[in-house]
């Protein structure tokens, strides 16, 4: 698993005109080809008028998985352009359409590319884009005279609390980063002085806006 990734916040359309073409991207995240496609097939299906609706998308740790597709227009003058913004900003498990009405001025090979790469990237900038970070959840149980001094120890440091479960004692959920895993643990033993009861819990993704 990656320790972190980029992707888009979530899914958003947003609209530009160039030489009296609209050209509207669609963005959205896909965790895996099927997601993908059929984005692009609901899509393609809410704009069966327009000129073009083309595509592309790139899923995978390692982007084991990128297409790019045309939809009519030339060869590599919309897809790949697509693509590329997509591999430019770093963006895994994320699928685009830009859907095209044609205002009747051709653009060329070079403006379409241009076209399509600034309709996508400013598609995605209107979206946002979220950093997600691999996050192991530790848990500290002890007695309820430690948890005043901890809950303030932990919300003035780097840590972020996930929970608090009281119950015969109280138990102390937080979210570290597993290369911040053991320093946390050294911490938190000399934080109880050793009284605390502490276990490694379930690892998953926590997002937060990228800048």
């Known amino acids: 698993m990656l320790t972190q990734y980029l992707t888009v916040a979530g899914r958003r359309e947003h609209e530009i005109i160039i030489e009296k073409s609209r ?24 704009h069966k008028d327009a000129t073009h609706n083309c595509s592309a ?28 913004v997509l591999k430019k900003k770093d963006l895994k498990d994320t699928a685009v359409v830009v859907t095209r009405y044609f205002g009747g001025i051709k653009l060329g090979a070079g403006g379409l590319i241009r076209a399509y790469s600034k309709s996508t990237s400013e598609g995605i900038n209107a979206t946002g ?19 005043g001094k901890l809950e303030n120890e932990l919300r003035s440091s780097i840590y972020q609390i996930k929970e608090i479960q009281y119950l015969d004692q109280v138990t102390i959920l937080v979210y570290a980063e597993e290369a911040q895993k ?17 276990a490694e819990g379930e690892m998953l993704y926590l997002e937060e806006a990228f800048a």
């Open 57 to 84: 998308y790139m899923i995978g740790e390692q982007n084991q998985i990128q297409k790019a597709l045309d939809d009519g227009e030339p060869s590599g003058t919309a897809g790949v352009p697509i693509l590329e």
């Open 129 to 147: 884009i979220v950093i997600r970070k691999l996050m192991r959840v530790i848990s500290t149980t002890i007695d309820y005279t430690w948890l």
């Open 182 to 198: 053991e320093s946390y643990i050294s911490w938190m033993t000399e934080l109880t002085n050793g009284q605390g009861q502490i």
């Open 23 to 46: 050209f509207i991207s669609h963005i959205t995240r896909a965790e895996t080809e099927e997601d993908a496609q059929a984005f692009i097939q609901e899509i393609k299906k809410k």
